[in-house]
């Protein structure tokens, strides 16, 4: 593959679909749906659900190219061991990190509340990274993987903006990524931060990052958006 061209925030993002990942931050039920890490915090998990059917065609879109995806789950191991108490103890939720909720163990790997939403779901060969932190590359070997593979760029969606997806995409950053948040395809439980978030991560010549639609995205990739 080639170079494309993307009209995006602040200018151009131009990147090449075989040295780049499409990055899915957190797209679990504990975020989405009802029952879940989101909601037990007090949160409208209906915002969330909105950007579903875009990110979902934009997954579509980057099967159909071949090129490497990558899913994260927020996710802790069943002891907690990797759940710091400052994590766990923090706020007033309904429910804590580890409780048993409607949808199992809260945030614990493999518990039905912790999967990623079916239409969403990973195929064979994807990667799939289980993050204790809110950064995908913090105590994961997320990084390892995308160098194996060549890989430069990343172009971002998931949940919540500006939580995990911040985080991971000024981790990125730190590691050398061009990255590009689609602003259509990520959500916050609070508009103005996922508005501050675009923000940003765009100031001063894309400091962090560029932001685009997925529109923009699909009609390089030559589908109808
Ligand atoms: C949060 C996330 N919001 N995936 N996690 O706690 O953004």
């Not at 706020?91 to 939403?117: C, H, K, T, W």
């Not at 050398?176 to 259509?184: A, Q, V």
């Amino acid at each position: 593959m080639s170079n494309l061209t993307l009209a995006a925030r602040p200018f151009d993002y131009v990147f090449d679909p075989a040295h780049t990942a499409l990055l899915i931050i957190d797209m679990q039920r504990d975020f989405v749906e009802p029952g879940g890490f989101g909601e037990s915090l007090g949160n409208d998990v209906s915002l969330l659900q909105a950007i579903v059917p875009a990110c979902q065609a934009v997954l579509q879109a980057w099967r159909t190219l071949g090129a490497c995806v990558v899913h994260t789950r927020e996710a802790h191991r069943p002891d907690l061991g990797d759940c710091p108490p400052a994590k766990r103890l923090r706020g007033q939720p309904r429910l804590r990190i580890g409780d048993m909720g409607p949808m199992g163990r809260i945030l614990v790997a493999g518990e039905p509340g912790n999967q990623i939403i079916p239409e969403l779901a990973p195929l064979p060969g994807e990667i799939e990274i289980d993050k204790p932190g809110k950064g995908a590359f913090y105590a994961t070997g997320l990084h390892e993987l995308l160098q194996q593979r060549g890989i430069t760029h990343l172009i971002i969606m998931g949940v919540t903006t500006e939580v995990c997806v911040q985080t991971s995409l000024r981790e990125a950053n730190d590691r050398g990524y061009d990255c590009l948040l689609l602003e259509d395809c990520t959500e916050s439980y609070f508009a103005a931060f996922k508005a501050a978030t675009l923000d940003m991560v765009t100031a001063q010549g894309a400091i962090v990052g560029w932001v685009a639609p997925s529109a923009a995205l699909l009609g390089q990739l030559g589908m109808p958006a």
